[in-house]
């Protein structure tokens, strides 16, 4: 079901992707030890989660205020690859989940800098 209640960033695909993504990681955490629920898996989903909040939160601003904000997401991204490599070498998720969570965080990265280049250049 829809919302009758519309936010202009929930247009962004780069939002809509990082959406997504935070909730493959909070499906992947689920199966983390439970001595990693205040550790690497509450690190991994706060990053996760990071990327869409603050391109919402930025979102309103002014370009240049956008852009931070843009760039505090692209550093959750960074923050999120570390995580996941982590959670590889702990045997908590498998090579090729790793391997998806990288390509995705690269799409997103990738996105997040064109947005950025695009308000510098506006």
Known sequence: MESNYHFKFEDLKVYQ????????????????PS???YKLA???I???DSI??????????SDANFGRYLK???????????ASTKAKLRNYISFEVD???RK???????????????LRNK
């Open 35 to 37: 001595h990693e629920t």
């Open 46 to 48: 706060r990053a996760a």
């Open 52 to 61: 869409a909040l603050n391109i919402a939160e930025g979102s309103a601003s």
């Open 99 to 101: 391997e998806e969570n």
């Open 72 to 82: 505090m997401a692209w550093n959750s991204c960074h923050e999120c690859v570390a």
């Open 17 to 32: 992707k990082a959406i997504d993504f935070g909730e493959q990681v909070n499906h992947q955490i689920e199966n983390f």
């Open 104 to 118: 995705k965080i690269t799409e997103i990265s990738k996105m997040i800098s064109a947005l950025i280049k695009h």
């Open 42 to 44: 509450s690190q991994f």
